[in-house]
């Protein structure tokens, strides 16, 4: 399996609240992702990172921020957390090295609740 | 736009019988495919992909996947299933729109349940 862990893997908050969510690998990989899994929508993509303090924005990234200072630590904010943001949220991984087609390798997960 | 469908929710099958799950893609130029499978509690493991070649494509636990560009298809498929074989499994497709400094994010489908009964 490949090393990235998630935490915290559960966490309940209240509303306004700001939230922390850390995804850490150890496999040295370039590209590191959020994404957040809801039922009916499957998974969609948070923000992403393509390398130390290189970010952009994904399908879902409003009232989300995310910061990555180490190639090994990529770190998911919510400022001011919403209902809305309950969810199980997921860092993938991928290598990006050359003939790397572009597959991920997930944690195991992050369940937020926001009452 | 790119996008991918999985257009059942959920997929019922008698252990020993075989199993198919649907995924049809939408992309602009060459599509990269893949094939997740999610257990309960767990985050998303890979099982197969298609780049190119052969349109019959192996994967891992006995999956294999058909690509078929004129229907624009990559259903998921195994000759004789298990009931192990009971999770959420997820079709994807590479974005090769919105390049930017990524190598390509995925997308994914909704997911679909599949339910083997012994």
């Known amino acids: 399996d490949a090393g990235i862990t998630q935490s915290p893997r559960h966490k309940v908050t209240e509303t306004g609240t700001p939230v922390t969510l850390r995804c850490h690998q150890t496999e040295n990989h370039r590209y590191m992702y959020w994404y957040r899994q809801d039922p009916g929508h499957g998974l969609r993509l948070i923000h992403y990172s393509y390398g130390v303090k290189d970010t952009d924005k994904g399908e879902v990234s409003d009232g989300y921020s995310v910061s990555r200072s180490k190639t090994e630590d990529f770190l998911l904010t919510l400022e001011s957390a919403t209902s809305s943001q309950t969810s199980v949220y997921f860092c993938?991984?991928?290598?990006?090295?050359?003939?790397?087609?572009?597959?991920?390798?997930f944690g195991e997960g992050s369940r937020l609740t926001v009452l | 736009a790119q996008s991918v469908a999985q257009p059942e929710d959920q997929v019922n099958v008698a252990e020993g019988n075989p199993l198919t799950v649907k995924c049809t893609y939408s992309v602009s130029g060459n599509p990269y495919l893949f094939w997740y499978v999610q257990y309960p509690n767990r985050g998303l493991q890979f099982l197969l992909k298609y780049i190119t070649g052969d349109n019959l494509v192996k994967g891992s636990y006995g999956f294999e996947a058909e690509f078929n560009k004129s229907q624009t298809s990559f259903h998921l498929k195994k000759p004789s299933a298990l009931v192990s074989d009971s999770a959420l499994y997820f079709c994807?497709?590479?974005?090769?729109?919105?390049?930017?400094?990524?190598?390509?994010?995925?997308?994914f489908g909704k997911g679909t349940k599949l339910s083997v009964k012994p």
């Open positions: 994807a497709v590479r974005d090769t729109m919105n390049y930017g400094g990524s190598q390509g994010n995925l997308i």
């Open positions: 993938a991984i991928s290598s990006g090295t050359s003939g790397n087609t572009g597959e991920l390798f």
